[in-house]
């Protein structure tokens, strides 16, 4: 499970992608215009602005509404819809037939995406977007109610936030770095194990037809089995045991009851708790056949290789900088672009520590890397826009343009040489790396069919 990049550069960065001035979003020409100074951390010096640009900056503009048609890309135009007037809701479409195509609903596994559950979910229907009046970035929509909090059993060794969410610690000092003893080192080994068995389990389950939530079940019930308390489980108020993000969400996706279709991608971010420690893995997967195509493909094999090439600079007097320069120089190789937002971290007896580990060039961490330290690279990555925004959930980050995104993380101690995978796969691992398409033959080959998990044998079976 990530944490916020804490990175200076990264703050900036996050500060400076927009300003809202009267309720509207400002483009970011603005923040190159020389005359902008940053005064305080949160206030500007527009003496130096031109008039002109402080007129734009400072004017009333109006705010336009997306159309709640299904998948509409087009503004909303006047058209309300009556039966949300009277349940007090606000529903514009662009047109007539677009009311009416979303009303009835052409995508039947996509609930989220018929405009009649919203009607259901305020007459005490069941499966529902709790977000009906959010701009979107891409297709994907949250579909809920989601199911109750699964219990752990009384012998299970649970962390401080189990029952209020809370930490109930602070990160360590960006200079202050643990280092494990033998036990220590040896206690993470097994965490770190238990979870790629774990995520192994769920990983075979993922095919078209299943939600979310079900490989929620599924983490939950291997954790439980293994004597672990799945980490993600109420911190800081997290309601599930194992993170799913689709398509454009970049991590913290929560399990709900959407189902996975053929053609999606779907990260699994697992972690454990087990014996006073923590382990930390996740990988992205292939959904279906048709999720093997070049564009799939290439997103999350230049993922993939992005971590392998950081995991291969990883030994004693490595500054934890560097790490993101190795990432970035990869991924814009391949016409992609690295998420700033969230980083690697520390992990041991705490979920998240020092070090942080941002995935991109010219970053500020401090620290090097020293024998007998612990913590995870997972780097993320997006065939579009690095910029991210978050669902009213308060969890799930997405691509401010809707475009896909993949991540890959493993857990790595520090040894006198190099470093040790704590997380990596085993020989009957499911998912794994599929080559690129030939431009003259995009034909699935039987190789790559076997990273579909499961799909050329369950095929399209429905779990929920």
Known sequence: MTIRSSDPSAVIARRFHCRKLNGT???????????LQETTPQRFCFSSLPHSIFAIMTAQVPIKKACMGV??????????????????KTSTFCSQDC????WVGYLVLLWSTEHKVVHKAASGGTLHNPFPSFKFTGSLR???????KRPIPAHITKPPWSEDGDPKYKLFGRNKLIILDKAGQDAMRKVCRLSREVLDVIGREVRPGVTTDYLDE??????????????????????????????????????????????DIVNLDVSLYHGGYHGDIN?????????????????????????????ETVKPGLPFRNIGNTIEKYAKSQNCSVITTYCGHGINTLFHCAPDIPHYAKNKAVGVAKPGMTFTIEPMISAGSNRD????????????????????????????????????????????????????????????????????????????
């Not at 970049?250 to 279709?261: A, K, Y």
């Open 283 to 311: 990988e992205t997967y292939y959904v279906g056949r048709s999720a093997l195509n070049k564009e799939n493909i290439h997103l999350v094999e230049t993922t993939r290789e992005c971590l392998r090439l950081a995991i």
């Open 218 to 263: 599924i983490c939950h019930n291997a954790c439980i089995e293994r004597n672990a308390y799945p980490s993600p489980l109420n911190y800081r108020k997290f309601p599930k045991s194992v993170c799913t993000s689709v398509n454009e969400v970049i991590c913290h996706g929560i399990p709900d009851s959407r189902v996975l279709l053929d053609g």
């Open 71 to 88: 998948e509409c890309p087009h503004e909303a135009g006047s058209l309300q819809c009556p039966t949300c007037l009277k349940i007090g």
């Open 389 to 464: 925004k978050t669902w009213p959930d308060n969890w799930t980050s997405v691509t401010v343009d809707g475009a896909r995104t993949a991540q890959f993380e493993h857990t790595l101690l520090v040894t006198d040489d190099g470093c040790d995978v704590l997380t990596a796969r085993l020989e009957d691992s499911p998912g794994g790396k599929v080559e690129m398409p030939k431009e003259e033959d995009e034909q699935v080959t039987k190789d790559e069919e076997k990273a579909v998990n499961g799909v050329t044998v369950n095929g399209g079976e429905s779990k929920d």
């Open 99 to 102: 009311f009416k195509r979303s």
């Open 25 to 35: 979003e400002l483009p970011l020409w603005i923040e190159g215009f020389n005359g």
């Open 142 to 148: 949250p579909v809920y109610p989601l199911s109750p």
